[in-house]
């Protein structure tokens, strides 16, 4: 399986978004192991800061960037989501009554 991280390094004056991928066992989600190893091959040395949002900190004290943050981990498996504005336009857009053509 397949799961591509969106993600933020948040850096003094700016921020920018980047994603990686991680290859976790078919069924799993990625685990704190798998996300450290893929910034690892990226070339960021970290340690997990803050689990339940995902921020990971520099190990380096001389780092270029304060922390990176997780903000989206795509497995690929489709999510649905009612959009309730495209409802509302096709709602008004179709008859009210059916009638025969």
């Known amino acids: 399986m397949e799961c591509i991280i969106h993600f933020e390094v948040v850096h003094e004056n700016s921020v920018k978004e980047l994603r990686g991928l991680i290859f976790p ?49 795509d497995t690929g498996e489709k999510s649905y989501k009612e959009d309730s504005e495209l409802k509302s336009v096709v709602s008004g857009l179709l008859p009210r009554e059916s009638r025969p053509l």
């Open 25 to 73: 066992e078919e069924g799993k989600t990625p685990s704190e192991k798998d996300f450290l190893l893929m910034f690892e091959d990226m070339g960021y040395k970290l340690r997990l800061e803050d689990r339940d949002n995902l921020v990971f900190k520099p190990t380096d004290p001389g780092a270029e960037f304060n922390y990176i943050r997780v903000r989206k981990v």
